[in-house]
């Protein structure tokens, strides 16, 4: 599996498969893999998270707790828009099986053996950026 900013390919050890929008990732650039203990492939996108079983090809989307503070805001209409999909960075499983998922300031893990249940948030506190120097 290779994952590119124009989506997902798979060798097969005599040609690529392309991978897009059309067969079910998100967004068509790809910015982390995992292929965990279980055979599932994982996929990280900038819209969102996706995951392919073992011996499958249709991608699954995996979703995730809002990641907007407070979750969705309201547009001045009044009618709430549902959050923009998280870009997913990276995906790591750890030995004890957890499969964590990270965002720009947040990680989610899925703790269960099957990683079917809605995964933690947990929040990261970051200091702020140091102000912009310039010389002119």
Known sequence: ???????LSRFDGREFRHY????????????ALLEDRDGVLW????????????????MSPVPLPSTA?????????GTSAPP????IRRLLQTRD??????????LFVFADERHRERPER???????????????
């Open 84 to 87: 923009p999909a998280p870009v």
């Open 122 to 136: 947990i929040a990261i506190e970051l200091p702020p950026a140091p102000p912009s120097s310039r010389l002119l």
């Open 1 to 7: 599996w290779i994952g590119t900013s124009t989506g």
């Open 69 to 77: 503070p407070g979750g969705a805001v309201p547009p001045a209409g």
């Open 97 to 106: 099986g957890r499969v964590w998922v990270a965002v720009r300031q947040e």
């Open 43 to 58: 996929i990280g996108s900038r819209g969102g998270l996706v995951r392919i079983e073992p011996n499958g090809t249709v």
């Open 20 to 31: 897009g929008p059309a067969d079910g990732l998100p967004h068509p650039s790809v910015l």
